[in-house]
């Protein structure tokens, strides 16, 4: 039985994710995406605003791996559970998260993202 087209576009927009390649990135998402980030006070709201914030996110001091432990997806939705890992000068971080995408019309619109520990990923990112 084959993948769901939901599974893997979000594979696919992970796998992106962890490579850096926001050309990639920015093809699956929308215009108008709004992006729910662990601990984030406001999502990101729009595919510019996004990108902008990963490209600046490059520069930053700190890396981030990511593997996929399983994709769940309908034709809204796709959830997917994740095995992440940062460094930060001398500083690791293993969480485990859930991300929950919607997806319409091949590209996704939303995501929310839910960890294991949320003070310490706040914590380490802050």
Known sequence: MSEHPNAVLVRELVEMLVRDDLAGVSELIADDVVWHYIGGAE????????????????????????????????????????????????????????EVYHIKDGKVRAHWACSDDTARIIEFYA
């Open 43 to 98: 999502p990101v709201r729009g595919k510019e605003a996004m990108i902008t914030g990963l490209r600046l996110s490059g520069n930053a001091d700190w890396t981030i791996t990511a593997q996929i432990h399983d994709v769940t997806a309908s034709d809204d939705h796709a959830v997917a559970l994740l095995n992440t890992h940062a460094t930060r000068g001398d500083r690791t971080l293993d969480c485990d998260t859930a």
